[in-house]
């Protein structure tokens, strides 16, 4: 019994981290601070990242001009990336922080809808990365970088 209990804890977060993989790779439906209905399906044939950010977060702050380069480089041919803030206070802050960092690609406001179409997580930041058919191929908590990226764009073609 006793070792029944240390394996099922050994067990628990492969399981949980299996679990959110499948749940996440179903769809989401969301939409940005501009209004913009953004739906996983519409995305077919391009690479879709999801970025969870926060505005206080300093490796969150460090990847985003990765992010937009990444953005402004392929959004027309095979990447679209979606940043969603969570743990603001408001709005207006959002879009603040936005200019200043000359965010070009949507961002959601993020709550515990999204964090149940996507994927839970209590990392900051943290990506989803999508393929072309759609699925969830990769879950990197932690900065991304643009050559990080390109590196799975590459290798998953």
């Known amino acids: 019994m006793r070792y029944k209990k240390l394996f099922l804890l050994l067990l628990m977060p492969l399981l949980f981290s299996l679990h959110s993989i499948a749940f996440a790779a179903n769809s989401f439906d969301l939409k940005d601070m501009a209004g913009k209905k953004h739906v996983l399906s519409q995305y077919k044939g391009k690479w879709v990242v999801v970025n969870y950010w926060a ?8 990847e985003v001009p990765d992010l937009v380069a990444l953005y402004d480089s392929r959004k027309n041919k095979d990447v679209m990336v979606i940043g969603v803030a969570f743990d603001y206070q408001n709005a207006k802050e959002v879009s603040q922080y936005v200019d200043d960092m000359l965010m070009s690609y949507p961002i959601v406001l993020g709550d ?3 964090m149940r179409q ?3 997580t209590d990392v900051l930041p943290t990506s989803y990365i999508y393929n072309p058919r759609g699925d969830l191929i990769k879950i990197k908590h932690g900065l991304v970088t643009k050559q990080y990226l390109d590196s799975i764009l590459v290798r998953e073609k």
Do not use: H
């Open 112 to 114: 515990d809808d999204t």
């Open 55 to 62: 505005t206080w977060c300093p490796p969150c702050l460090e």
């Open 118 to 120: 996507i994927g839970f």
